[in-house]
């Protein structure tokens, strides 16, 4: 990734000012805009989840699903585990938009049907036709269940590993809209049947919403990340890929999306993301996740924040700088460095790293503090 140009404190200064005299945004303006739209006052789950759109999932649990640390600065009383526990009336799916992960039903509902490379529904056979008929029959089915009828026979998976091939064979009657997760069971999906699906919507209907809520979900986000952006996005939808540039342009046409230069970038947002709001940010400190909204565009955060971060879990331990799991430190409206977080016999364990050297404003040992605390009741599990 190209690192963000670098200069003196007093030309930054200098710009700011300037953009301000001319009512241009700058930089400062564009985090204030990142941390304004992902930071909503705490809410409900519910509420949180339709607020986002889209909550990224991750099954490494060091020190707690990605799910649940972004889901805890958003939600009241957030505690590990919740959104698992709470699936089922939450009216929630799960599916791949960029990622996988949890969405409100209808923002599912956008990325189906997904079409075969004939442009036509999908129609499973052999197996996967024999899995489809069971669950049918059975309901919420897990897995093992699959293993017990159909064998135990292995295929190769996405990352050159083996599973099951009846696993496979839900995977992809899921992917293709005609199983949906039921709920969790200690971490494994269980499915059922998809539910019968409403009106389909136009194809340009669907493109103009799903770019809405990326843009919306990561926004500010430099123009030259949205190229991978699409190309992620278009997994999740991949009948709507070939149209997503021209809807694009004729969303910055109408104004429904814009498209700033600052500091040599361009950068895209929702006309109706929150406005500027006046006054100092607060001095409190969060540990984000690595797949935090936040966080997600690797080019967004150097640009932002002036340093590269890295997720290293699958790096080689001999060639990570900052730890398996290092989780970012934002103080106030900068991101200063990053938290490794263990649970052991002796309680949480924090270590902490900068990028520069470590902060000496008097509010940051306490804000500190105070979110090892928050961290420490969102690890204690619900009776």
Do not use: C
Not at 7 to 33: C, F
Not at 253 to 277: C, D, I, N, Q
Not at 286 to 302: E, H, I, K, N
């Amino acid at each position: 990734m190209p690192k963000s140009p670098k200069r003196s404190p007093a030309k930054a200064k200098l710009a700011s000012r300037r953009g301000k005299q001319h009512g241009e945004l700058t930089l400062a303006h564009l985090k204030q805009r990142a941390l304004t739209a992902s930071f909503f006052p705490a809410t409900t789950l519910v509420d949180a989840v339709a607020a986002l759109g889209f909550v990224q999932a991750d099954p490494i649990r060091a020190p707690a699903r990605a799910q649940d640390l972004i889901l805890r600065h958003r939600v009241d009383d957030y505690r590990a585990g919740d959104l698992e526990r709470s699936y089922r009336e939450l009216e929630l799916d799960e599916d791949f938009l960029y990622a996988y992960g949890f969405m409100p039903r209808k923002i599912a509902r956008l990325l189906h049907p997904r079409l075969n490379p004939r442009g036509r529904p999908h129609r499973p056979t052999g197996l996967a036709a024999d899995v489809l008929a069971f669950v049918r029959e059975r309901g919420t089915t897990h897995p093992q269940e699959l293993a017990a009828s159909f064998g135990k026979e292995r295929a190769v998976n996405n990352w050159g590993g083996f599973s099951k091939a009846t696993t496979r064979a839900l995977h992809a009657l899921h992917f293709h809209g005609l199983l949906r997760v039921a709920h969790r069971r200690d971490g494994i999906r269980l499915y059922e049947p998809a539910h019968a699906r409403d009106e389909e919507m136009s194809a340009e209907a669907r493109r103009r919403s799903l770019l809405l809520l990326v843009l919306r979900l990561l926004a500010p986000l430099p123009k030259r990340s949205l190229g991978p952006m699409l190309a992620l996005l278009g997994r999740g939808a991949p009948q709507l890929r070939k149209g997503m540039p021209k809807t694009l342009d004729a969303l910055l046409r109408s104004g429904e999306v814009k498209s700033v230069a600052v500091e040599s970038e361009t950068w895209l947002f929702p006309s109706e993301m929150p406005a500027l709001e006046s006054g100092a940010t607060p001095r409190e400190v969060r540990f984000l996740a690595p797949f935090d909204p936040l966080v997600w565009d690797r080019r967004r955060f150097a640009h932002l924040w002036g340093w590269e971060y890295r997720f290293e879990a699958y790096t080689p331990p001999v060639k990570r700088r900052r730890g398996y799991y290092a989780m970012p430190l934002l103080f106030g409206d900068a991101v200063i460095g990053w938290v490794n977080i263990a649970n052991s016999s002796r309680g949480l364990e924090v270590d902490v790293g900068f990028v520069g050297p470590a902060p000496r404003d008097k509010d940051f040992r306490p804000a500190f503090d105070a979110e090892v605390a928050r961290f420490e009741r969102f690890m204690a599990s619900r009776k």
